[in-house]
């Protein structure tokens, strides 16, 4: 498997940084490579995915919400929340998103391919074992929401209620970059793992509102490392 283009974009947040290169080569057969993990090596993955429909966050804030509702009360939801509350940052302050939350996606996209171990069944269980976030968060490059979101959603209570929801929002064509560790990369080489993370974006989404179709990505590029991150 050989190494791709290598990019050098730097963040200047732990939560969003560039895991640390490896500066080894990618398996190619010729033996040199110790096969410790089978017949590659684990390799990290740098994703970029653009948004092809809007993104709707909404971060739950357990501070505001034990606070607006006070112990021993019932809990409900909040009626207008403050926006800010409903956002991830990053330490240079540009909007974020859990990279477990990206690796979720893949993983649950999972359940349209056949598992490779087995004779039956679909490939979430190896996927969730395979992924790793190599980073807590994945940014979005940008500072603000482009707008807030409005319209009737039902909650999570037994009844389903509507009630109007408020989220930030950003539009179409939002970019996110997201690293993603490779552990077992003799079941997920490259070429298989995109073809996963393709079908994520199609029919799962990142973000709020995925049952309404929104957070659907496409693959914009990537790149891949050799070696597992925290291997130093």
């Known amino acids: 498997m050989a190494k791709s283009s290598m990019a050098t974009a730097e963040t200047a947040t732990s939560g ?27 390799y990290t993955m740098r994703l970029q995915l653009r948004g092809v429909t809007p993104l709707l966050f909404n971060r739950m804030d357990i501070e505001a919400y034990d606070r607006e509702s006070g112990p021993g ?5 909040r009626s207008r929340p403050e926006y800010e509350s409903m956002i991830w ?3 240079a302050g540009e909007l974020a998103i859990p990279t477990a939350n990206i690796v979720a996606s893949i993983v649950a996209a999972g359940k349209y391919f056949a598992s490779p171990i087995a004779s039956n069944g679909g490939a979430t269980a190896t996927l969730r074992d395979a992924l790793v976030a190599a980073t807590e968060l994945s940014s979005f ?3 603000e929401w482009d707008c807030i979101d409005f319209r009737q959603a039902r909650h999570g209570d037994r009844k389903g209620t509507p009630k109007p929801t408020y989220r930030p929002r950003l539009e179409p064509g939002w ?8 552990t077992i990369p003799e079941l997920y080489g490259p070429a298989r793992l995109l073809e996963i993370v393709s079908r994520a974006g199609a029919a799962m989404g990142i973000g709020d509102g ?3 179709g929104a957070g659907r990505y496409v693959t914009d590029g990537h790149d891949v490392d050799a070696g597992l991150p925290w291997e130093q």
């Open 141 to 143: 490059g940008a500072k």
């Open 16 to 42: 969003n940084r560039k895991p640390p290169a490896t500066n080894r080569p990618v398996e190619n057969g010729s033996g040199d490579m110790p096969r410790r993990f089978g017949v590659e090596m684990p």
């Open 89 to 91: 940052r990053n330490e």
């Open 73 to 77: 009360k019932k809990r409900k939801p």
């Open 210 to 212: 995925r049952k309404i």
């Open 175 to 182: 970019r996110v970059e997201a690293w993603i560790t490779v």
